[in-house]
């Protein structure tokens, strides 16, 4: 973990033939591991109490906050079924970048690996969600308006979008983690917890912002209005 480390990527824990277990790896099931306990200790006494508790009480906003932004993107016209998948992306994104602040953990967010898994899988899930609500032959007829001639053009948008996705959190991440590791070496000692925070606020917008922009690809995939409408949010977000 020497200053010449970019990515956990570099820093490889254990090597055995075609086997390497790299830091990008570990931090990755730490995530995980620490969300599946996360849930089961919000969740475990769901139902067996008058009063929810805390843990609950706090699940159930983040799944109505999730909720309630994708209804917004999709005009009220998706309700409950995008909130596991977009909701499990916001999640892991935004305990990566919490877990960010504990001394030597490295989060799996900065290895362009991760993100381009993050994103693959929204790439996948675009014509998945768009089958199951428009029919297969529907959705692919999406692909060749306004004439035939649109179709590499719209494949090459939907590869596009994605590799976009995978490099904008996974910059963002990045260099949000060597900035702060740079200020924190030179600053005096009273600084440091300052700059965890900012980035600890700048890991769950970038969350945030890849959650957003995967409901907005997936819900313009289940819409009838045409592949290269992408609603509200993508439009603002490029004007």
């Given amino acids: 973990m020497s200053g010449q480390m970019i ?5 490889v824990w254990f ?14 099931w730490v995530t995980m591991g620490v969300l599946v306990i ?4 919000a969740t475990r006494r769901i139902g067996t109490r008058e009063e929810p508790t805390r843990g609950e009480v706090l699940m ?3 799944v109505e906050f999730i909720e309630r932004q994708i209804e917004e993107i999709s005009d009220g016209k998706v309700g409950r079924s995008l909130v596991p998948f977009i909701g499990t992306l916001f999640l892991f994104i935004a305990v990566a970048s919490v877990l960010g602040v504990v001394p030597g953990f490295l989060p ?10 993050l994103a693959i899988a929204v790439f996948v899930s675009v014509p998945v969600f768009g089958v199951m609500r428009q029919g297969l032959g529907s959705y692919l007829h999406r692909y060749i308006e306004p004439s035939p001639f649109m179709l590499p053009f719209n494949i090459l948008s939907e590869l596009s979008r ?20 740079i200020f924190v070496g030179i600053v005096p000692l009273v600084f440091p917890l300052v700059f965890h925070l900012f980035g600890l606020l700048t890991g769950v917008i970038q969350a945030y912002i890849f959650a957003i922009l995967a409901a907005v690809y997936i819900t313009s ?10 609603g509200p949010a993508v439009r603002k977000e490029r004007s």
């Fill in 15 to 28: 090597e055995w033939g075609f086997v390497r277990i790299t830091a990008t790896l570990v931090f990755t």
């Fill in 38 to 41: 996360g849930a089961w200790l």
């Fill in 108 to 117: 799996p967010t900065g290895s362009l690996s991760t993100t381009l898994g």
């Fill in 60 to 62: 159930e906003l983040v």
């Fill in 221 to 230: 995939g289940m819409s009838t209005t045409g592949i290269r409408d992408s």
């Fill in 7 to 11: 990515t956990p990527d570099q820093v």
């Fill in 162 to 181: 994605t590799i976009a996705l995978a490099i904008r959190l996974f910059g963002n991440v990045m260099s949000t983690t060597k900035l702060v590791a």
